[in-house]
């Protein structure tokens, strides 16, 4: 079992091997902000965050309320975060990729709004 | 928007009004518009007239207390011209404004940036245009519609006016509707880019016809944009009667963050497909502008059809060929900015008193020579 | 050529890569037509069969589907039709626009992730199988994280092997959630209940149509049987009233419902969880074939009205599978195979109009014919059973978010319905900014017509507002928007 916890052990996330019995390929960083995580080969940037037990990496512009994956299939547009400075970008269906720099976002993702990762607007 | 200021300023004077639409509240153009309030793009003489008593009784509403609830922006205009032929005759346009009390000053081409800094670099030059502001149409009529009901007017959406009913000698007594019948001393016809066909109900011609526009609307964005900013181009696009497509770009920020991208013209009917042409044209112009727009999403594209008439001047007033009929439609692509204008004169010529403007230029009797049919 | 020769050369445009897109390039490229396949995923297989990326080397894909046979063997027959230069297939590309042209189609579609250059995509025949996306009817708390979609949760677990939680709530209504719970329990998660609205006595009522379809039955009980085994307590008549935490859901408050759905007072209980997987049904994609000009009906939901042969009401327009109206994996498959095979038929006929081609246009095996019938048979009395209750709005509170996408709340709404004369929900858009946002108000728009139904306006010619027309159906960059098609009013074909 793959076990990932968070560092204020909040959550957990699992994934079970024993219905698809998965050997990934060899896993790699991701830099979120501050910090670094790992993903696999083949996730998605929304993927990787639930694995590490991120579940939100946006602000919202109006009221500045957390939000991360709600339908998960790209259609939704909640998911949205800053990979590579494209803001906007849909962590459901975005691919993480090796040294991939991924940013939360507030506001409209145009570096307006205060985020630990916003750009100088 | 303008039927909802006649119903508004009719009501407020204590007229009992009915306020008919066969669709919703902003069902017609005043939900594809852009919200323009402008003065910047009018010939001196009865339109620009109109405008700027339009723009002084916008900046009444500003004190209303839904002023505040219709993302009524007193940004001003940038008209800007690409080249010294545009230049010229967009000083030449600005100072005919300022011989007819409009503030125009000239703003030189390295003066530009200050006031839009992410404005393209290259331009001859632009003039400024204080007294242009921007409003959100369909929040505007809905408002007014509602003060209007406060003073007592009655709203019936989704009733279709099927004939204009008349007394024996000729003189109006109401209508028929869909739903029945509502009697009525004085009916006012501000149908829109329907208003042709409304005046045909009443057996008279008002040769209105639609003139498609198309919008792009972006993502939302921080304010890059200042003012309504567009090419000095536009003028002439609006002044046209060509039937074909033209395009200038207009290119604004809105209170609620996406830029709004216009303005195409050309007359094909009502059809609502959209045109690939169109809207790479207004992206491209767009970007022309405003380079920092490249790489901006846009989300959306909505369509509306302007009323036009032959002359370019709406029709406003008294019908002399039926008593009791008013009309108050044909403004193409300026009815929100002259709404308020037009819903004033019209409660004054309801009312029987003088009107603080001539209404001679906007007869709407004035096209009887023409063969153009209404549509 | 500036003829359209619609013969050996002609090819077939199909959006989604789903089981009705296969089946119906499979279909089309058995008879002999070449196909182009656009989809916006990176792998065929739709949501229904959505696979682990290969990277992930998961060692029994399959284990995560219930209906392997015949999805691999579409599989092969399409790899080899590729292999064999009669299908061209083109993933991760996203359709914004699609146009009729003199010649049949064109399509426009964003290129890869990043969605920063656009390829078009020519044909002389379209086939639409743009599938579906959940519908969500909002209730307090429904903005935290960890509150996700049952169909995005699957999402998650069948394409990257995660879980939405250790501690997760499956509610709503629909035949989704059985097999979302099922997938859950059996990855190891802790599934604290099965929260349905649903009435079962509803199966009671619709048995004969259930009764027609022998394997979904079979199909059913297994789930039965595996919730057992997993120890997840199902209750059905029961709700999510709301979802409680700060930074992201902690628990949900769940009620019974009375006969005519509304909340039973008193019976509120409370579930602590860390994630929340919540449908109320699904709604099919019609945006291009409103775009199309493709009629669009109200059957059990909306859908592209077709005939017999999946032909739409715009010439050489198909649409098969969800788009033509909810119904599951294996009516899509028969609906892709009854379409491919009829605008095949279609394509060849008017290359040779000369040529008798005996009935060529009778397109639609018995077998196909009966097997539809019983299908569609089958999801209509499940649309009957799992029809979320109108009462449902009454959940939604005065503060609840409704537009996710610009934090509009049903108090807004409501307002605009009673107090501005907003009677239908385009009016609602313009006056609240509902429905203005990223998503063009996919997710919030069935949440606005019915909030305009309860308030005593016209939910719209179709409810859920299915009816709005998105003329760009994804969002473009200004600089690609902006760049000329040379082959905009022509008919040559890109490579």
């Known amino acids: 079992m793959l076990i990932r916890r968070r560092g204020t052990g909040a959550r957990t996330e699992v994934a079970s091997p024993r219905l698809a019995a998965a050997s990934p390929e060899s896993a790699f960083v991701l830099h979120v902000d501050d910090r670094e995580i790992e993903a696999l080969a083949g996730h998605t940037v929304a993927a990787a965050l639930l694995r590490a037990g991120v579940t939100s990496w946006r602000r919202t512009r109006v009221t500045g309320e957390p939000r991360g994956v709600f339908c998960g299939i790209g259609v939704c547009f909640d998911c949205l975060v800053t990979v590579n400075d494209r803001p906007n970008q849909r962590a459901c269906i975005t691919p993480a990729r090796p040294g991939d720099v991924v940013r939360t976002q507030a506001g409209t993702g145009h570096g307006d709004g205060a985020s630990p990762g916003a750009r100088d607007g | ?375 | 050529m500036a003829d359209a020769s619609r013969g050996p050369g002609a090819r077939l445009a199909v959006v989604g890569a789903g089981p009705a897109g296969i089946a119906g390039a499979v279909a089309a490229a058995d008879a002999g037509i070449t196909v182009t396949v656009v989809d916006a995923g990176p792998q065929i297989g739709g949501q229904f069969y959505r696979q682990p990326a290969a990277s992930l080397h998961a060692h029994q894909p399959g284990a995560l589907h219930h209906a392997r046979g015949t999805w691999a063997s579409l599989r092969s027959r399409f790899e080899r039709h590729i292999a064999a230069d009669r299908i061209r297939y083109l993933p991760d590309h996203h359709v914004w626009l699609a146009q009729r042209t003199d010649t049949g189609y064109r399509l426009h579609a964003l290129v890869g992730p990043e969605q920063e250059r656009s390829a078009p995509v020519s044909a002389h025949a379209l086939l639409l199988a743009t599938g579906a996306y959940e519908r969500v009817l909002p209730f307090p708390g429904w903005t935290l994280p960890g509150v996700m979609t049952a169909g995005g949760a699957q999402a998650m677990l069948k394409g990257a092997l995660t879980l939405p939680g250790r501690r997760t709530v499956v509610a709503g209504t629909g035949p989704l959630l059985l097999p979302v719970a099922a997938g859950l329990a059996a990855a190891g998660a802790r599934i604290e209940a099965l929260i349905d609205s649903a009435d079962l006595r509803g199966l009671i009522r619709h048995a004969p149509a259930f009764a027609a379809s022998p394997g979904k039955l079979v199909e059913g009980l297994g789930y039965a049987l595996r919730f057992a085994r997993y120890r997840v307590p199902i209750r059905y008549r029961h709700t999510v009233v709301a979802a409680h935490g700060k930074e992201c859901v902690e628990a949900v408050t769940v009620a019974a419902l009375d006969r005519d759905g509304r909340v039973r007072t008193g019976s509120e209980r409370r579930i602590a969880c860390d994630s929340l997987a919540i449908g109320h049904g699904l709604l099919p994609h019609l945006d291009l074939a409103l775009s199309l000009g493709a009629r669009i009906e109200d059957g059990n939901g909306p859908g592209v009205r077709v005939d017999q042969a999946q032909q739409t009401s715009v010439p050489g327009l198909w649409a098969a599978g969800e788009t033509t109206g909810i119904g599951g994996a294996a009516l899509a498959e028969v609906e892709g195979e009854i379409a491919g095979g009829s605008a095949a038929s279609w394509l060849r006929q008017a290359a040779n109009p000369d040529r008798a081609d005996g009935g060529s246009r009778l397109l639609v095996s018995a077998q196909n014919a009966r097997r539809r019938r019983r299908l569609r048979g089958f999801f209509a009395a499940l649309d009957a059973v799992y029809s979320p209750p109108a009462a449902l709005t009454d959940l939604i509170t005065a503060d609840t978010t409704v537009c996710r996408c610009e934090e509009v709340t049903a108090a807004a709404v409501r307002e605009a319905v009673r107090e501005y004369g907003a009677t239908d929900p385009r009016t609602v858009k313009l006056l609240t900014r509902a429905g203005m946002g990223w998503c063009q108000g996919r997710v919030c728009g069935p949440a606005v017509a019915r909030l305009v139904a309860e308030c005593g306006g016209a939910a719209g010619a179709l409810l859920d507002g299915a009816s709005a027309p998105r003329p760009l159906a994804r969002p473009v960059p200004l600089g690609v928007l902006a760049l000329d098609d040379p082959d905009e009013e022509g008919t040559r074909e890109h490579p």
């Open chain 2, 1 to 375: 928007m303008v039927g909802a200021a006649c119903a508004y300023y009719a009501a407020r004077a204590g007229l009992d009004v009915v306020l008919v639409d066969r669709g919703p509240v902003a069902g017609g153009t005043t939900g594809a518009g852009e919200g323009n309030i402008l003065v910047s793009d009018k010939e001196p003489g009865p339109e620009l007239d109109l405008a700027l008593l339009s723009a002084r009784l916008w900046r009444e509403f500003a004190a209303e207390p839904f002023g505040s609830r219709i993302e009524l922006e007193f940004k001003g205009g940038l008209v800007v011209a690409a080249d010294p032929r545009e230049l010229d005759a967009l000083h030449a346009l600005a100072s005919r404004h300022r011989a007819s009390g409009v503030e125009a000053p000239v703003v030189a081409a390295d003066e530009l940036a200050h006031l839009e800094p992410n404005l393209a670099d290259g331009l001859a030059g632009g003039v400024l245009y204080p007294q242009d502001a921007q409003v959100q149409p369909a929040l505007a009529a809905a408002h007014l519609i509602k003060a209007a009901r406060v003073c007592g007017a009655r709203l019936r959406t989704d009733e279709t006016v099927t004939r204009v009913l008349r007394a024996a000698e000729g003189a109006v007594r109401g209508v028929a509707t869909t739903r029945g019948e509502i009697s009525a001393a004085a009916v006012v016809n501000a149908a829109g880019t329907w208003g042709g066909a409304v005046a045909a109900l009443a057996g008279v011609a008002l040769p209105v016809l639609p003139r498609r526009g198309f919008i792009l609307v972006t993502e939302p964005l921080p304010r890059l944009v200042r003012h309504k900013v567009y090419a000095a181009d536009y003028v002439a696009d609006v002044a046209s009667d060509s039937a074909a497509l033209r395009t200038s770009p207009v290119v604004e920020g809105t209170a609620a963050g996406p830029v709004l991208i216009g303005a195409s013209r050309e007359r094909v009917g009502f059809d609502r497909t959209v045109s690939l042409p169109v809207l790479r044209r207004l992206a491209a112009q767009a970007i022309g502008l405003f380079p920092v727009l490249r790489p901006v999403k846009a989300m959306r594209a909505y369509v509306g059809f302007r009323p036009y008439l032959p002359d370019h001047l709406p029709a406003i007033g008294p019908d002399p060929r039926v008593p009791g009929l008013l009309h108050a439609c044909g403004h193409e692509g300026a009815g929100i900015g002259l709404a308020p204008a037009t819903g004033h004169l019209v409660a004054l010529a309801l009312l029987g008193r003088a009107t603080d403007l001539d209404l001679a230029p906007f007869r709407p009797d004035r096209f009887e020579d023409r063969v153009e049919q209404a549509c």
